[in-house]
């Protein structure tokens, strides 16, 4: 049962890894106008962000204080900042 449950975890661990590295990526990609011009932090601002979220979210538990901080300044990414990027042509 414990072999299912740490299973389920190291999914869970790789889902939130693939979509930190995706995150960084895009907000690496896109140009730094496009954050001025969509009213957002600065591209270097997000990508820090996102950089220190995707170490934080590597080293510590995602149950951990820090490690939620890190997922939640992900998921600020994808809802906030990239659809408001896409629509400045960004």
Excluded at 63 to 89: E, K, N, Q
Aim: charge should be positive; avoid cysteine; proline fraction near 3%.
């Amino acid at each position: 049962m414990f072999g299912a449950v740490g299973l389920f975890f190291k999914l869970v661990w790789l889902a939130i890894l693939a979509v930190q590295v995706y995150a960084l990526v895009d907000a690496a990609v896109r140009p730094p106008v496009a954050y001025a011009a969509a009213g957002k932090l600065t591209k270097q601002a997000w990508v820090s962000i996102l950089a220190v979220a995707l170490v934080v979210g590597q080293l510590l538990s995602l149950f951990s204080v820090l490690g939620l901080a890190a997922v939640v300044a992900t998921i600020v990414y994808f809802v906030d900042v990239r659809p408001a990027l896409r629509r400045v042509g960004g």
